[in-house]
């Protein structure tokens, strides 16, 4: 399972932002970069693979392509 650590950036305030290091977006809440890595990121995690025998058999005659 593949986990993404935010990187923490300062501005010259003091105050932290949350970076993706996926993708570089910054987020100042936690709230908004947990959402933001679920829904663009969630495949990595096993969202959106595909579910069931037939179907498993399918993408693995096109990936083997």
Aim: proline share 3%; charged share 40%; with cysteine.
């Amino acid at each position: 399972m593949v986990r993404l650590k935010a990187i923490i950036v300062r501005d010259r305030d003091g105050e932290e932002f949350l970076r993706c290091p996926r993708c570089g977006m910054v987020f100042k809440r936690r709230k908004d970069y947990i959402r933001h890595v679920n829904k663009a990121h969630g495949w990595l995690f096993g969202r959106g693979k595909p579910k069931g025998k037939r179907l498993k058999k399918k993408y693995a005659k096109l990936l083997s392509k």
